[in-house]
Structure formats: structure tokens, C-alpha cells
């Protein structure tokens, strides 16, 4: 499923934290959202999964309005796992992951075959399946992470929002993780902090400086050292990754002027 943002404006309180930005994730793509904190990232993802309504623009869907779509339409496509997702739930972590089944269930809930399948599966790809039965508030932060994935996963979305997926999880775990999610095939919209991992991974990366986009491309193309000292203040040393062939940021501090 494509996403097509267009010219996508957020004013909160009088500040434009997001000033007219368009972009197009094409179906099936793996799309990264970079940029330092404070540029706006988590604010555009955040209108892609309907938690926020934008001051102006549009976000489509295979060219339909997001915005005229009915809440459980929406969720039926897309699926998001918000930064702030790490919330308390007292519940058990097979009830957490069933959640994810809602917008395919009718006006009664009633969990069925195919809905057990979907969590299974889902767990089983985060390697959360022997939490099932655990409670979790019982669980690390991790392990928390896990099973937020595995929820929207379960979700099977056609359109999947990352915002900061990596939080709270081991450097196996991330590569596990982001491996998987593209495997899945959705397409993927995701904010990163890490680089090397955006390289690693992006099809395709957009770099937000103050609320607007300022430089879009392979990442081979845009983390160059030029950019990422303007935006990111940091000196950068290119290097190739030697099993992927993908670039990869070695980083010093830049010298004082």
C-alpha cells in the first residue's frame, strides 16, 4: 500500500513543529525518518496513524483520505507502534497481542481461529512466544518492546509506523526485529535515531532539520559528512559495510570553532 504525505503542516500552540511536508512511501518500501530531536518526527508520524489531525495537507492511502476513513478502515491498514507506547496494561501478554485483532472483529468481540493464528505468529516472529501467560507489568522493557511489536504485527497491517522501534532493545534484537518487520512486507514508515541502522535497512531516508524536510534519498546519498554536521552537528566518517555493502557512520565530536 502506497502512503503519499502532502504538504503536511502541524501548528501546536502557535509553532509550526511540522511545515509543509510531502513524501511518498510506495508499497512494500522500508522508509526512515531521521533528523535530531525537536525536528519533527514523532509530530508526522503521529498524523499517519491518526493520533494527531494536521493544521494542513493530506495523507493518502493508495490515494484514499486518511481523514475520511472510519477509525476501525484506518486500522485495518495501518498499524503504528508509538514511542510513547510503553504503557501499563494489566493484562496478560497473549490479552496485549489480541488487541491488535479488534478492527478485523465485529461490534462483539469474539476472538476467532484465525485471530489465535495472527497472535501466535506474531509472538512466535518476536520471540515472545514463551511470554504468553506472563503479565505485562512483569516484563522488562525489552521484553515490553517485544510485545508492543508483536501486537501490531498481529494487527496485519498494510501500512506499519515505527516511531523509535529499537527503544529498550539489544543490538540482536534490533537487527532481529527491523529483518523482520521488512520480511513482512508492509510497508514501513519508521523513525530512527540510529544511522547506521536507518542505512542499514532504508530503502529510502528523509532528513527533518526545524519541521521541514532537507535532503531525501538512498542513504548512501544523504548521510554524507556535509549534511550530518549541518543537521546533526557531528563530524562523520564514511565506511561500506563489508556483508551488506551498505554505508555505515563512524562519529567525532565536531572541533570547536
Known amino acids: 500500500m502506497r502512503v503519499d504525505i502532502d504538504r503536511v503542516t502541524v501548528e501546536i500552540s502557535g509553532t509550526h513543529v511540522v511545515r509543509d511536508i510531502s513524501l511518498r512511501a510506495g508499497s512494500g518500501r522500508f ?5 535530531p530531536n525537536g525536528s519533527g518526527k514523532s509530530t508526522l508520524l503521529r498524523c499517519v496513524y491518526r493520533a494527531l489531525r494536521p493544521t494542513a495537507g493530506a495523507i493518502r492511502l493508495d490515494g484514499d483520505d486518511l481523514l475520511t476513513m472510519s477509525p476501525r ?11 510513547e507506547a510503553a504503557a501499563e496494561f494489566d493484562f496478560t501478554v497473549a490479552e496485549v497481542v489480541a488487541m491488535g485483532r479488534l478492527p478485523h472483529q465485529g461490534a462483539v468481540a469474539r476472538e476467532s481461529e484465525a485471530d489465535r493464528r495472527a497472535c ?4 512466535e516472529g518476536v520471540g515472545a512466544a514463551h511470554l504468553a501467560g506472563r503479565g505485562f507489568l512483569t516484563l ?6 517485544r510485545v508492543l511489536i508483536a501486537r501490531a504485527l498481529a494487527q496485519q497491517p498494510r501500512v506499519l509506523v515505527l516511531d523509535e522501534p529499537t527503544n529498550h532493545l539489544d543490538i540482536a534484537q534490533q537487527l532481529e526485529l527491523l529483518s ?5 512486507g508492509p510497508t514501513v514508515l519508521t523513525a530512527l535515531h540510529d544511522l547506521n541502522l536507518a542505512a542499514l535497512h532504508c530503502d529510502l531516508l528523509h532528513v527533518l532539520d526545524g519541521g521541514r524536510i532537507v535532503a531525501s534519498g538512498a542513504p548512501h546519498d544523504v548521510l554524507t559528512p556535509g549534511l550530518l554536521a549541518e543537521v546533526f552537528g ?6 561500506v559495510h563489508p556483508g551488506t555493502g551498505a554505508v555505515q ?8 570553532p
Open 31 to 35: 522508509v526512515g525518518v531521521v533528523g
Open 73 to 83: 478502515d484506518s486500522a485495518r491498514r495501518v498499524a503504528a507502534l508509538p514511542q
Open 120 to 123: 501466535a505468529a506474531a509472538l
Open 140 to 145: 522488562s522493557g525489552g521484553e515490553k518492546q
Open 180 to 184: 523482520l518487520v521488512r520480511a513482512g
Open 234 to 239: 557531528v563530524r562523520a566518517h564514511r565506511v
Open 249 to 256: 557512520l563512524l562519529f567525532d565530536r565536531l572541533p570547536r
